[in-house]
């Protein structure tokens, strides 16, 4: 293996994407870097981190938009600069971590210690694994996921050169359906160890 090594993990919600991130950090480690992102940001420029959440993996709104609901029309390029500049940041200065989406996959393309992990699952899965966590019906799980996946699919185009889901973004591709996490984290591990 790799003295050192950035996993990135992009995921379609409900494929249990962040549990397999925070398993492997474990197994691995190392920190794990997501919505703590953000919240770094925040407390450095004494923002409320709420508010940020707001933006996070989430496509640039229409000017219009922005105005209507009083917010800098620069605020949110303005702090996708930020978390890209500190995706660079953390590939630069830790031996191993794992990011959880933030187009960090571009951020770092040209970083050859990076590996590029896509987690998906069959939609029944992900319909139940949103249903448990969230405590919701079928129905709203549903929408959950289609509204979430939508949300990371226009954030990772608009800031990418790539299309999200194009398996030629990513080193593996993996369904949780049958491996679950355990068996997600064994064969990433087992990729990075052939490294």
């Not at 492997?24 to 920190?31: D, F, V, Y």
């Not at 040209?110 to 939609?123: E, G, I, K």
């Amino acid at each position: 293996m790799k003295e050192k090594v950035i996993i990135h993990i992009s995921r379609e919600h409900g494929s249990l994407g962040h549990v397999v991130a925070e398993k492997l950090a474990e197994r691995l480690n190392c920190k794990l870097y997501d919505k703590r992102i953000i919240e770094e940001i925040a407390e450095e420029h004494g923002l409320d981190k709420e508010f940020l959440k707001e933006y996070e993996e989430k496509p640039k709104r229409s000017l219009l938009y922005k105005l209507a609901q009083g917010v800098s029309a620069d605020l949110e390029e303005e702090l996708t600069k930020q978390v890209f500049a500190r995706i660079e940041e953390i590939a630069a200065n830790e031996d191993r971590a794992i990011i959880v989406g933030r187009c960090a996959g571009t951020v770092l393309q040209d970083n050859a210690n990076v590996v590029n992990v896509f987690l998906t699952a069959r939609m029944s899965n992900r319909i139940r694994n949103i249903m448990e966590y969230y405590g919701i019906d079928y129905e709203t799980a549903q929408k959950k996921i289609l509204d979430t996946d939508k949300d990371r699919q226009r954030f990772h185009d608009t800031y990418s050169e790539t299309k999200w889901k194009s398996v030629d973004n990513y080193d593996l591709v993996i369904s949780t359906t049958e491996l679950g996490v355990d068996g997600a984290v064994d064969l990433i591990l087992n990729y990075i160890a052939h490294l």
